[in-house]
């Protein structure tokens, strides 16, 4: 057969400039705001140093695995450095040089290519190695230091430098109750600018819900699942008889909602599902901080939501040209 | 001014600055010409001349006993200089009549229609559409008189004009709105007529403004009610399906045609083809297209003869900057590409497009972002559906309501992963309905 001088290929002979490093490189951007005021807020030491050995981890981990399997390396997609980044910043300041590593590790070999690599994975990467690490060493994941300044409650011990170890807002409300933790002054509006203990990035919202509005502006995630499970854990903290906007500003609910939950190959596909999945992981987020053993319920609200995707995507939208029966 | 529109869909770079200011200029005719035997969806036709006949421009030169099939006529007066096989634009080879140009003006026409249509009879109408060759000419090529030829039990309440052209670089229906208004609106009249609705429209995309306004005073001359509407300019507006969205808030059903839901739609030009027959008696032997890309020297509308060659279209535009590497047959979103520039313009032809590079992207494996299911106009999960092409799992496919699909593109355009989402669905589509007719699985 005598060769074309032309190519031949299906249609659309356009295509969109969005390619997937680009979207990786948008998320990771995003999260910048409140990963540079984590650093600010806690000090080079302890909160930018288990973020760059956690972003470390996981590129490396993925390269590994990559060339120990012979598989195309991928670590170019820039997914394993989002997956570091989201860990990273949800690890507790002044954590050991250990804990990111070992979950970076998890999260990347794990929670991500031992299902094939990225797209195929069940569960949230970063919540399967903050899952492990929060199982595995309970103590080191809910040692929280910070400024002496800015610390709730009752402090334990002085460091050399003025970082003293705190309780974080929902770890008030866990040990001593849920009024306690209005003993603090302006507490909603440390909640939002993100003057409290808590995790690296995870602390303030203005900043992690300005990096979400970058995503939405760049078409990179919608909003309906943020929204949802903003429902979700504003309709339990209101079955709770507790304020709403407290339990939106505080822990990682916001980090959650939007960076999390958001993730493209652990959340659902279909409409209803979406919307269904978001509401879930956020009602779970709440009943756990209300009921479970745990302060916070965000990574095991939204793995429990990431197991049923697959149901969840079983949801087909209304049929085009067919009434709703 | 209001937009009218669907949900979902995409916003395309529409690239049609380079000719949308450009009249309609006529070719002259080539000293050859080549005209393949299937030009419609339908039944191949039959040749009524032999080689070495002497033909008229505008006779009748190919024909089929079949309804669904529209006759061929001769775009130039010439010597059948043979029936050969052909490349074709859509169909890899297909026979064709080869006739020499004799550059005489020997011309055959039909009897024009009398200026009251609307005393008419609609199936002496349907005949005349027949007779004079004419398909949908936005591409699809579905023949004319089969859409105006409504069941009784489907009554047509409203008939729409398409003038949408949402693909990118085409602009051909831009300028025949513009320059050829009064044939389209007589066409338009006929097609009303024949088919029995009571209004019309004509639905035209935003980004032809001065269509909108050349047309909207015109309409009120018309005998029926008429509207011009503006539409949002968003892909896929121009489908026959999202086009009743828009306009009239219907929804053709699933395998269903739009006389289902009391409507007929037709292309523009198709309407300025059938005018002007009825004004002059010239059958459909030639059509305007678009020649674009960022390869050709002289961009441009042009009104060729069918048969014509694309090797002597390119040489009339004084050939290439570069040369292309793709050469697309129709828009760039659901166009054909070219082995060859020996094809021949055909009735479906839209235009054809240079293009230097081979738009294209790394492929990753899905990335479930979820863009496919955001943008896609019929609302099915396009992801799905390629995966379940990939797996050969052709039934599963079909209950995730492959056949719904329009094949209009937008899942692939908007693919971060760079996956062919549409040719895996198409292949999914044809598996379903060959097994279909082999009445099994």
Not at chain 2, 33 to 60: C, E, F
Not at chain 2, 156 to 181: K, S
């Amino acid at each position: 057969m005598k060769e074309s001088r032309f190519i031949i290929a299906p249609p659309p002979h356009m295509k969109s400039t969005t390619t997937v490093p680009w979207i990786m490189r948008q998320v990771v951007f995003a999260l910048l705001p409140a990963a540079i005021w984590g650093v600010v807020f806690f000090g080079v030491r302890w909160a930018l140093l288990p973020l760059l050995l956690s972003v470390l981890s996981c590129v490396g981990f993925e390269a590994l695995d990559c060339l120990l399997f012979r598989r195309p390396l991928t670590i170019g997609d820039w997914s394993a450095v989002v997956t570091g980044m989201l860990l990273g910043l949800s690890l507790p300041p002044g954590c050991p040089f250990w804990i990111p590593i070992i979950g970076g590790g998890v999260a990347i070999l794990l929670g991500k290519q031992m299902f094939g690599g990225l797209g195929q994975n069940i569960f949230n990467p970063a919540l399967v190695g903050r899952a492990v690490l929060l199982i595995s060493w309970p103590k080191i994941m809910a040692t929280w230091h910070v400024r002496s300044p800015f610390a709730l409650g009752v402090t334990t011990y002085p460091t050399p430098v003025d970082v003293v170890t705190s309780a974080t807002p929902l770890g008030i409300v866990k040990a001593y109750g849920y009024t306690a933790v209005w003993e603090t002054p302006n507490l909603l509006f440390r909640l939002f600018v993100g003057l409290v203990p808590g995790c690296i990035g995870e602390i303030s919202a203005l900043l992690l819900l300005l990096g979400f509005v970058y995503l939405l502006a760049r078409g990179v995630v919608q909003w309906d699942i943020p929204l949802s499970y903003a429902l979700g854990l504003v309709a339990i903290a209101l079955a709770a008889g507790q304020n709403p906007l407290f339990h939106l500003f505080a822990g990682g609910a916001i980090m959650g909602a939007c960076f999390m939950a958001t993730d493209y190959t652990t959340s659902p596909m279909t409409p209803k599902g979406r919307v269904i999945f978001g509401f879930g992981a956020g009602a779970l987020t709440g009943i756990i901080r209300w009921l479970g053993g745990y302060p916070e319920g965000v990574t095991f609200g939204i793995l429990t939501m990431n197991a049923l995707v697959p149901l969840l995507d079983r949801m087909l939208p209304r049929r085009f040209g067919v009434k709703k029966v | 001014m209001k937009l009218r529109t669907f949900p979902q869909g995409v916003f395309l770079p529409h690239h049609k600055e380079d000719t949308a200011h450009l009249a309609i200029v006529r070719v002259p005719p080539p000293s050859r010409v080549v005209l393949p035997l299937s030009q419609h969806t339908g039944a191949p036709l039959k040749p009524l001349v032999q080689k070495g006949d002497t033909v008229k421009r505008g006779q009748k030169i190919a024909d089929v006993d079949a309804f669904v099939a529209a006759p061929l006529h001769a775009p130039v007066s010439g010597k059948v200089a043979g029936i050969e096989d052909w490349a074709h634009p859509t169909l890899g080879r297909f026979q064709a009549i080869v006739i020499e140009n004799d550059g005489s003006s020997e011309e055959f026409r039909y009897d024009p229609l009398p200026e009251d249509i609307e005393s008419l009879e609609p199936e002496s109408l349907r005949l005349f559409v027949r007779e004079g060759g004419f398909v949908g000419l936005g591409g699809a090529a579905f023949p004319t008189h089969v859409k105006l030829s409504p069941p009784p039990d489907k009554p047509i309440d409203a008939f729409i004009l398409n003038g949408a052209e949402c693909e990118p670089y085409l602009t051909c229906d831009h300028r025949v709105m513009l320059e050829r208004a009064e044939d389209m609106l007589l066409g338009l009249r006929i097609m009303v007529r024949a088919c029995g609705a009571q209004r019309a429209y004509i639905g035209i995309e935003d980004n032809k403004k001065d269509c909108i306004t050349h047309l909207t005073p015109l309409v009120r001359d018309l005998p029926f009610p008429t509207e011009v509407i503006p539409l949002k300019t968003k892909y896929p507006q121009g489908s026959e399906k999202h086009l009743i969205l828009a306009i009239l808030s219907r929804e053709v059903p699933p395998g269903g045609l739009p006389l289902d839901v009391g409507v007929v739609v037709n292309n523009v030009q198709t309407a300025a083809a059938l005018g002007r027959m009825a004004k002059e008696g010239i059958p459909l032997v030639e059509r305007v297209i678009t020649l674009s890309g960022d390869c050709l020297k002289k961009r441009g509308n042009f009104e060729v003869p069918l048969g014509m060659l694309l090797e002597d279209l390119v040489a009339l535009c004084d050939g290439f900057t570069t040369p292309p590497r793709k050469v697309v047959m129709g828009g760039p979103m659901t166009g054909i590409t070219q082995a060859t520039l020996a094809v021949p313009v055909i009735k479906g032809t839209s235009g054809f497009l240079f293009f230097a590079q081979n738009v294209g992207k790394p492929e990753h494996s899905c990335i479930r972002c979820g863009r496919c299911v955001l943008h896609c106009p019929m609302r099915l999960l396009p992801y799905l559906l390629g995966r379940l092409a990939e797996e050969h799992l052709f039934e599963e496919a079909e209950t995730n309501r492959v056949l719904d699909c329009v094949e209009c593109g937008s899942c692939a355009y908007v693919c971060p992963a760079g996956i062919a989402l549409v040719h895996l669905i198409k292949l999914a589509k044809f598996e379903v309905m060959r097994r279909r007719k082999r009445g099994g699985k």
